[in-house]
């Protein structure tokens, strides 16, 4: 089993990243409150032996820490995009051949 370790920055995590050369992130959107809203992020970084968990929250019309675009529907929820998240991590890691996977398609 290996050890997790919580990442309190985008930055350490983009560093740690970096530094493992890191072959896949995963991502989880989640609901958070108030219910209906889709803008939890979870971010993975499995290595050998450990894997290292940066965890975002919303804040105003953007991520707090990734400033992730916030989308708003119709009916007034708020959500995250697959394909914003996949940008932001290629734009961001530029580390060639990177696999991102969303938790649920894992």
Not at 50 to 75: C, L, P, V
Request: charged letters at 25%; aromatic letters at 12%.
């Amino acid at each position: 089993m290996p050890n997790t370790f919580r990442v309190k920055t985008w930055q350490k995590f983009k560093e740690l990243a970096l530094e493992k050369n890191a072959k896949t992130v995963i991502y989880i959107i989640a609901q958070s409150i108030p219910s209906g809203n889709y803008t939890g992020l979870k971010l993975i970084l499995p290595v050998e032996c450990a894997q290292y968990i940066f965890t975002d929250t919303a804040k105003g019309d953007y991520m707090r820490r990734t400033e992730i675009i916030i989308h708003t529907n119709s009916k007034g929820n708020r959500f995250l995009t697959d394909e914003d998240v996949k940008r932001f991590l290629r734009t961001e890691l530029k580390i060639k051949d990177l696999k991102i996977l969303s938790y649920w398609t894992a």
